[in-house]
């Protein structure tokens, strides 16, 4: 057993919060440097190199990248080896306050869905995972909710085909268009049960963009047939025209049910942030 | 105000000074509640610009936070109420739809995009911010801005034409 505090996973996810939120993920940087010397459009062009000057002046200045700072959603890869003194969930979110108000970040949680109230930091929507070993994994992801907004899950027939199932993943992106702040990232999750489906399509985005794929294989190139076929449509950055629209789609599967397929988009704008450590 | 703003087309840019307030959901749902009511409003919307905004929390030694634009279709449906009470002009993201373009021909307003996605860099252009209504909504409260140079595309135009319908 290794023991693990939880004073020591506040002081983490509070560092997180900041890293996340001040500095914009390598992956995401590379995907609209690449993007910015592609794009023939020139007002496209003009966008991207504002959004790639916004993210060295969020660094440089720690100031955060974008000033919707998210729902903080926290995941968690917890080794069946460790143990936690103290309590977890309250430490994770005395994380996320102290983090959010050192980094000057911003309030955006209401403690009740429908009556709403003033906004605060907190509460943090935490998954868990237990896994094997003996660390503790800690992955923090500030998720905008202009793009959280644009979520679709839709239950095909197991029947359903290919092509299907890219037509509600383009269309989706299409339903979305200027609104969600394009170049998006599109996290599909495809599998499991419903719900399952929804968190799959999250955690298709803490992968890195592009970068991380395997060259061969069924899903890496369905995902860079859709990278392509959605930078066709002609959205580009703030829905202006050009071929950015899309920095890359992640697909995450998971076994189903004989009866269905779900399939869940979850996209994220051009400020794809998230933060890792492990302990 | 905006000069000569009944000449800008969508897919212009302006670089502009002067006066907006930010305003996003809850603050416009007061806003049109206190229209509604004929009750006075916190601030003169008479040639007013509103920025569909919810700073950060302002870092020490800054003018303000993080100010990007927030999605501009959820103000929709209070949006032909405030022009008809004297608003101007709006700055956000994304499309509107159609009754909003429709209320912008018809008062002759004018709808902005700004950079989307970039908070950090927009904060640059802001030279003075004060808090001036509904505190109790944190960032969602309304901030009189001082801006400078503050970039701008014309979204949709004082003729009801919009840049995403070409």
Known sequence: MRIISADKIRKAVSDLCIKANLILREDALFALKQAATKETNKKAKKILRAIIDNASIAESEKLAICQDTGMPVVFLEIGQDVKITGNLIQAINRGVESGYAKGYLRSSIVKDPLFRGKPGYTPAVVHRDIVEGSKLKITVFPKGFGCENKTQLKMFKPVANIAEIKKFIIDAVKAAGPDACPPYVVGVGIGGTADYACLLAKKALLRKIQKGLSPKGALPELERELLSEINKLGIGPMGLGGKTTALGVNIETYPTHIAGMPVCLNISCHALRSATVIL | ?166
């Open chain 2, 1 to 166: 105000m905006i000069p000569n703003s009944e000449k800008l087309k969508a897919g212009d840019e302006v670089l502009f000074s002067g006066t907006i307030y930010t305003a996003r959901d809850q603050a416009h749902k007061r806003l049109a509640k206190a229209i509604a009511n004929k009750k006075k409003l916190p601030i003169n919307l008479k040639g007013a610009i509103i920025y569909y905004c919810g700073p950060t929390a302002t870092p020490k030694g800054k003018v303000i936070g993080s100010c990007g634009p927030t999605t501009s279709s959820r103000m929709d449906e209070f949006t032909p109420l405030l022009l008809k009470a004297g608003l101007k002009a709006m700055i956000g993201k994304g499309s509107r739809a159609a009754e909003v373009s429709r209320a912008i021909k018809k008062y002759k307003g004018v709808y902005f995009l700004t950079y989307a996605g970039c908070g950090a860099l927009l904060s640059k252009y802001v030279k003075r911010a004060k808090l001036v209504a509904y505190p109790d909504l944190g960032p969602e409260a309304i901030y009189k801005l001082e801006v400078k140079y503050f970039p701008l595309i014309v979204g949709i135009d004082s003729k009801g034409r919009s840049i995403y319908e070409k």
